[in-house]
């Protein structure tokens, strides 16, 4: 079974400086990569898909980066501001069963 | 802009009550999931259709039963709801046809069981 795993837990920084967020899987087939944010109380809104043919995917200030060979995606922040706190997510769909998702990194910045 | 809505927002319910979560979407999706999220945890799926008439269980075990009458609509009944059941549930859903559309969430119902 697919396993996915974000670390660390939970992240404070200061605002201005990038984030930097690891999300890794344990089976390297799949279709693609999906990164969420989750604001408290509330639904996932979706940030960026990458396809397992994909090795990036930018959209503003948000760039996810996807090394299918190591398990590996990571998704950068340019610039946190306050309003970029939040829990992130990360969901592997693997070639074979349903989208598994990772328990998060909860991000605070700091005005 | 939430294009899949989910009522109530939060329920408080004593044992025994039988109870029903709304999910609808209005983007025309195939494709609608239900999770169980517990805090600090990540999304457990518990159902899953893929169109209608169409009903599936998920990787964890539950309680709860849905249904699929119209594309649009897809409720998750608990009969008879216990402490146990106290979670948040999000409903989602995803275009047909294509492994790689995004999934789209709606803000969840937070239940307590008391």
């Known amino acids: 079974k697919q396993e996915v795993t974000q670390i660390p837990a939970a992240l404070s920084v200061p605002e201005g400086e990038n984030l930097v967020l690891n999300c890794s899987f344990t089976?390297?087939?799949?279709?693609?990569l999906q990164w969420f944010r989750q604001d408290p109380g509330k639904g996932l809104t979706s940030l960026l898909l990458i396809q397992s043919s994909q090795r990036e995917q930018t959209s503003g200030r948000l760039n996810a980066s996807l090394d299918k060979s190591s398990g590996r995606s990571t998704l950068y922040i340019a610039a946190s501001q306050p309003g970029d706190s939040a829990t992130y997510l990360c969901?592997?769909?693997?070639?074979?069963?349903?989208?598994?998702f990772g328990a998060g990194t909860q991000v605070v910045v700091t005005p | 802009e939430a294009d899949i809505y989910q009522t109530p927002r939060y329920l408080v319910i004593g044992t025994g009550k039988k109870i029903t979560l709304e999910c609808s979407q209005t983007m025309g999706h195939d494709k609608m999931y239900w999770y169980q999220q517990d805090p600090g945890m990540e999304l457990h799926l518990i159902h899953y259709s893929y169109g209608v008439n169409s009903t599936e269980k998920g990787d964890l075990s539950s309680e709860s039963t849905v249904s699929r009458i119209r594309t649009e609509h897809f409720p998750l009944t608990l009969e008879s709801a216990r402490p146990s059941h106290t979670s948040q549930y999000l409903c989602a859903s995803s275009a047909p046809g294509q492994t790689n559309s995004p999934l789209h969430f709606g803000n969840g119902t937070r239940l307590t069981v008391t």
């Open positions: 969901a592997v769909r693997p070639s074979w069963g349903k989208l598994q």
């Open positions: 089976d390297s087939a799949i279709y693609n």
